[in-house]
T-cell receptor, first 113, second 115 residues
Framework: QKEVEQNSGPLSVPEGAIASLNCTYS??????FFWYRQYSGKSPELIMS????GDKEDGRFTAQLNKASQYVSLLIRDSQPSDSATYLC?????????????FGKGNQVVVIP | DTGVSQDPRHKITKRGQNVTFRCDPI?????LYWYRQTLGQGPEFLTY????????KSRLLSDRFSAERPKGSFSTLEIQRTEQGDSAMYLC?????????????FGNGTRLTVT
């Protein structure tokens, strides 16, 4: 089982719609979760961090965490063409220790004007 | 805060040659990481430093790879006897230490092409 899984294929959404991305992880004791955005040819850029169960909102982004079910999701409201990118889910798999982030393979989002 | 800096941005080398990359982390960050990313995949962990100590190295990392962080500031990643499979984006990231886990901040990466 992979440490972090993002299984959805490319996601196409019309401009103004909600994009929904999901991620599952294998380490039950993980405590820190992050979403990164990566434009083609660029490095990952942090957009959200979440540490507690529930929802966390930041502008048009909402991260949702359910530790019991071991999943974390990202919602992008009012999607804009500039949101077209690959979104990487990252999970700290050794909390309190060496802070190593494991990444999923990413989900590509395409916002259609 | 000038961000994480990596040099060079691009490197093309012939198979069998050695290459070295440099990373300068955010100045107040004492943790430094190297990741590798290939097309269509997420970043893959290579190694991690806290200050000058190399605390973890991926089991996937061949002994052709070596990293250093003298004096706990900048870091270098060397690949000896490069192979075509080493072609990838090499990402450096840094983070601050703390009681809660801090996110990583990535540099722009070094894209390696082995011909």
């Amino acid at each position: 089982q992979k440490e972090v899984e993002q299984n959805s294929g490319p996601l196409s959404v019309p401009e103004g719609a909600i994009a929904s991305l999901n991620c599952t992880y294998s380490d039950r004791v993980s405590q820190s979760f992050f979403w990164y955005r990566q434009y083609s040819g660029k490095s990952p850029e942090l957009i959200m961090s979440i540490y507690s169960n529930g929802d966390k909102e930041d502008g048009r982004f909402t991260a949702q965490l359910n530790k019991a079910s071991q999943y974390v999701s990202l919602l992008i409201r009012d999607s804009q063409p500039s949101d077209s990118a690959t979104y990487l889910c990252a999970v700290n798999i050794r909390p309190g220790g060496n802070n190593r982030l494991a990444f999923g393979k990413g989900n590509q989002v395409v916002v259609i004007p | 805060d000038t961000g994480v800096s990596q040099d060079p941005r691009h490197k093309i080398t012939k198979r069998g040659q050695n290459v070295t990359f440099r990373c300068d982390p955010i100045s107040e960050h004492n943790r430094l990481y190297w990741y590798r990313q290939t097309l269509g995949q997420g970043p893959e962990f290579l190694t991690y430093f806290q200050n000058e100590a190399q605390l973890e190295k991926s089991r996937l990392l061949s002994d052709r790879f070596s990293a250093e962080r003298p004096k706990g500031s900048f870091s270098t990643l060397e690949i000896q006897r490069t192979e075509q499979g080493d072609s990838a984006m090499y990402l450096c990231a840094s983070s601050a230490a703390g009681t809660e886990e801090k996110p990583l901040h990535f540099g722009n990466g070094t894209r390696l092409t082995v011909t």
